[in-house]
C-alpha cells in the first residue's frame, strides 16, 4: 500500500495503476486483523499441539515468490508463473510431480485467461525477443 501511494487511484470502473495495490492491502490488513481478534478470543484446547515453525515450507515459497520476482521480466509470464507454481507446490509433503505438473498448467492457463485475455494485462508471456 505504501508502495503505491503516490499511484494514481482512479475508480471501480476506470481503475489506474494504483487502485488494485491499495485495496488489496486494505484487504489484507483487515483479513489479518480478524484472524488475529479470532485467534486471540478463541477458546484454545490444552490438548493442542503447537507445530513448530515449518524452516523448509518457508525457504521453498520464498525460493519460488524471489524466482518469479526475478524472471517475470526477461523470461515472461508463462515462464515465471510456472517456476513460481510448480516450486512452490512442493511445499506440500506429499505432492507428487504429476499433480505438480498438472496444477501448474491449470494455474497457467486460468492466470493468462483472465489477466491478459480478460482484462487485457498487457506483459510479455515469452522471453524478451520470442514472438507466439
Known amino acids: 500500500m505504501l508502495g503505491a501511494s503516490h499511484l494514481p487511484m ?17 484487504s489484507l490488513i483487515f483479513l489479518g ?9 478463541s477458546a484454545k484446547k490444552p490438548h493442542e499441539v503447537i507445530y513448530r515453525f515449518a524452516l523448509k515450507k518457508l525457504f521453498i515459497i520464498g ?6 520476482a526475478y524472471l517475470l521480466e ?11 507454481v510448480f516450486v512452490s507446490s512442493f511445499a506440500y509433503n506429499e505432492r507428487t510431480f504429476k499433480e505438480a505438473l498438472l496444477l501448474t498448467v491449470v494455474i497457467d492457463l486460468l492466470v493468462i485467461g483472465i489477466f ?3 482484462i487485457g494485462l498487457e506483459i510479455n508471456l515469452l522471453p524478451i525477443g520470442v514472438s507466439l
Open 10 to 26: 482512479g475508480e471501480a470502473a476506470r481503475m489506474a495503476s494504483g487502485y488494485f495495490p491499495t485495496w488489496l492491502g486494505y
Open 33 to 41: 486483523l480478524l484472524i488475529s481478534v479470532k485467534g486471540t478470543f
Open 63 to 68: 525460493f519460488a515468490l524471489l524466482a518469479f
Open 74 to 84: 526477461p523470461a515472461g509470464l508463462i515462464f515465471a508463473l510456472s517456476t513460481l
Open 116 to 118: 491478459v485475455g480478460g
